[in-house]
């Protein structure tokens, strides 16, 4: 089956500064891979997706890579704000079936 | 925007009971749903996929006798943990995918266990 490896598992930023997420997936199948912001206690929340056929996507501060060849993606947040510490679970799937989620990186961004 | 209800949100059992969540998806028909399982400051761990009208299919060392899935309608699932012990204590979600065309899935709200 797939095996997703996340890294880093905790992350400090000063408040503005950059985060980068990076994730590895091991089943070439995979075509599909969608990031979550996960606040404590409460469900994941979709905040980026990305599909095999396109290298790079952004939305506003977030931005997703994705390089098939090496089996790897990235999660990019820029100008980081308070409200963007929880922790977020990067996940590869095949056309939207289950998902195989990473181990998870705890983002604190400091005011 | 899709929404799927999740609940109890939160229940305290003794060991040896059963407990039943509930997973409807409200303004969408959902023929797969998806139950996980997230152990404190760990990843979401698929545990089965519910198929409507049809047997769920386990992940790899997940107990079907103990995790018992039904999925009698298309916008109904539940999990029903059979003979609770304190190491079934755990948060549980569900989620669905809305549509064929957009991969997303639509999380619910979670069910945290506690077995005592």
Same mark, same amino acid.
């Given at each position: &089956?797939?095996?997703?490896?996340?890294?880093?598992?905790?992350?400090?930023?000063?408040? &503005? !500064? +950059?985060?980068?997420?990076?994730?590895?997936?091991? !089943?070439?199948? +995979?075509?599909?891979?969608?990031?979550?912001?996960?606040?404590?206690?409460?469900?994941?929340?979709?905040?980026? !997706?990305?599909?095999?056929?396109?290298?790079?996507?952004?939305?506003?501060?977030?931005?997703?890579?994705?390089?098939?060849?090496?089996?790897?993606?990235?999660?990019?947040?820029?100008?980081?704000?308070?409200? !963007?510490?929880?922790? $977020?679970?990067?996940?590869? +799937?095949?056309? &939207?079936?289950?998902? $195989?989620?990473?181990?998870?990186?705890?983002?604190?961004?400091?005011? | 925007? @899709?929404?799927?209800?999740?609940?109890?949100?939160?229940?305290? #059992?003794?060991?040896?009971?059963?407990? %039943?969540? *509930? #997973?409807?998806?409200?303004?969408?028909? =959902?023929?797969?749903?998806?139950?996980?399982?997230?152990?404190? %400051?760990?990843?979401?761990? /698929?545990? =089965?996929?519910?198929? *409507?009208?049809? %047997?769920?299919?386990?992940?790899?060392?997940? *107990? %079907?006798?103990?995790?018992?899935?039904?999925?009698?309608?298309?916008?109904?699932?539940? /999990?029903?943990?059979?003979? =609770?012990?304190? *190491?079934?204590?755990?948060?549980?979600? #569900?989620? @669905?995918?809305?549509?064929?065309?957009?991969?997303?899935?639509?999380?619910?709200?979670?069910?945290?266990?506690?077995?005592?």
């Amino acid at each position: &089956g797939e095996n997703v490896e996340q890294h880093p598992s905790t992350l400090s930023v000063q408040e &503005g !500064d +950059s985060a980068v997420i990076k994730c590895t997936y091991s !089943d070439s199948a +995979s075509n599909y891979f969608p990031w979550y912001k996960q606040e404590l206690g409460k469900r994941p929340q979709l905040i980026i !997706d990305i599909r095999s056929n396109v290298g790079e996507k952004k939305d506003q501060r977030i931005a997703v890579t994705l390089n098939k060849t090496a089996k790897h993606f990235s999660l990019h947040i820029t100008e980081t704000q308070p409200e !963007d510490s929880a922790v $977020y679970f990067c996940a590869a +799937s095949r056309s &939207g079936n289950q998902f $195989y989620f990473g181990t998870g990186t705890s983002l604190t961004v400091i005011p | 925007g @899709a929404v799927v209800s999740q609940h109890p949100s939160w229940v305290i #059992c003794k060991s040896g009971t059963s407990v %039943k969540i *509930e #997973c409807r998806s409200l303004d969408f028909q =959902a023929t797969t749903m998806f139950w996980y399982r997230q152990f404190p %400051k760990q990843s979401l761990m /698929l545990m =089965a996929t519910s198929n *409507e009208g049809s %047997k769920a299919t386990y992940e790899q060392g997940v *107990e %079907k006798d103990k995790f018992l899935i039904n999925h009698a309608s298309l916008t109904l699932s539940t /999990l029903t943990v059979t003979s =609770a012990h304190p *190491e079934d204590s755990s948060f549980y979600i #569900c989620s @669905a995918r809305p549509g064929q065309a957009d991969y997303g899935y639509t999380f619910g709200s979670g069910t945290r266990l506690t077995v005592v």
